[in-house]
């Protein structure tokens, strides 16, 4: 996993872009840009519908640079499309066009279509949106197909994570039932996305992956099941340095 040089500038360690929100999902853009603030130097936010509400709820989290110019995907190192958009009328094909790395989450898999996905993207897909996207169940055998076939790799998000470049499908197993709550695939959509921006693909759905169920585990020991995605978001730091082994 990349580890910040202590002589870098602002910059260096990460710019993300996120395309998600609309007028009627705010949550799952504001717990994104919370899950990746803190794993990147920059966040930009394109809302995916001009809403009032939305932008000034992103407006107050002071990490987030609230852009309306996708020029700024020249810049990214990384962009995350999807969570929350709704009913939205963004052009993804204008998006996918000009970006380094794309991570499809949520609503995103609605305004992409297969032939668009390469070695460009991350697709973190929950049961019922790998099959709606690909027409069949997502087990370990299918995500390693699907993967292998369009040349992504695919995070198969369920009570057992399947992780797979076409190559060879990991199983990331861990968590507990508190993670079936609302919002928690936004966090992992946002950090995974923030590691995206400096590491590969492959990498960071791994390291997403098993650090959200740390996560997990570390948000029951202190309230059993009843915790909420936006507490998760706080256990994440700390999940990655025991990840990672940083002393």
Not at 62 to 87: Q, R, T, W
Not at 180 to 189: N, Y
Request: net charge positive.
């Amino acid at each position: 996993m990349f580890i910040p040089d202590k002589n870098s500038h602002k910059g260096e360690n990460g710019k993300l872009l996120i395309v998600a929100g609309s007028k009627q999902y705010h949550g799952s853009a504001l717990l994104a840009i919370n899950a990746a603030k803190r794993f990147v130097d920059l966040v930009y936010f394109y809302p995916g519908e001009n809403d009032c509400y939305l932008i000034n709820a992103v407006k107050n989290i002071p990490e987030v640079i609230v852009v309306y110019d996708l020029s700024v995907l020249e810049k990214c190192d990384a962009v995350l499309f999807g969570p929350g958009l709704g009913n939205s009328k963004l052009d993804a094909k204008r998006i996918v066009k000009n970006v380094k790395k794309i991570i499809i989450d949520g609503d995103g898999f609605k305004k992409i279509n297969k032939k668009m996905l390469n070695e460009k993207f991350l697709i973190t897909p929950h049961e019922g949106e790998f099959e709606y996207f690909f027409g069949k169940e997502g087990t370990k055998q299918n995500v390693k197909e699907m993967a292998k076939k369009y040349g992504c790799v695919i995070l198969k998000k369920g009570p057992v994570d399947f992780v797979s470049d076409g190559k060879k499908v990991y199983e990331i197993k861990g968590g507990n039932a508190g993670l079936t709550k609302g919002g928690t695939g936004d966090v992992l959509a946002g950090f995974v996305s923030a590691l995206a921006t400096k590491n590969s693909l492959l990498e960071s759905a791994l390291a997403g992956a098993n650090v959200l169920k740390m996560a997990g585990e570390m948000a029951f020991k202190k309230n059993g099941y009843w915790y909420s995605a936006g507490d998760l978001v706080e256990y994440l730091p700390v999940g990655l340095k025991t990840f990672t082994n940083i002393k």
